[in-house]
Nanobody, 117 residues
Framework: QVQLVESGGGMVQAGGSLRLSCTGY????????MGWYREGPTKQRELVAT???????TIADSVKGRCTITRDNAKNAVILQMDNLKPEDTGVYYC???????????WGQGTQVTVSS
């Protein structure tokens, strides 16, 4: 059974930084696209950033220039480094990943990020 285990959420003041980590388990061949989505007060889940196995990234305009996404294929891990955080970045952040050669994606349990002004 595939599982995505997240860590690194928390509470920071505006302008601060957080680093979110996610490790995937249960996929013998590893993962294709891995990334992060978030749910804010509207409860709509939106893309933050994704990274492919080859390192190609997609970054939401709302966080571009403030977030960096990287991955370690050997560890099945994806890391989201968030700098210069703003109150509007507050939300639950979910790891998202496709096991290799699979069209069904999985979600992590979510980690809370709170940015105070």
């Amino acid at each position: 059974q595939v599982q995505l285990v997240e860590s690194g959420g928390g509470m920071v003041q505006a302008g601060g930084s957080l680093r979110l980590s996610c490790t995937g388990y249960g996929s013998d061949l590893g993962f294709d696209d891995m990334g992060w989505y978030r749910e804010g007060p509207t409860k709509q889940r939106e893309l933050v950033a994704t990274v492919g196995r080859g390192g190609q990234t997609t970054i939401a305009d709302s966080v571009k220039g403030r977030c960096t996404i990287t991955r370690d294929n050997a560890k099945n891990a994806v890391i989201l480094q968030m700098d210069n955080l703003k109150p509007e970045d507050t939300g639950v952040y979910y790891c998202h990943a496709y096991p290799r050669y699979d069209n069904w994606a999985f979600w992590g349990q979510g980690t809370q990020v709170t940015v105070s002004s």
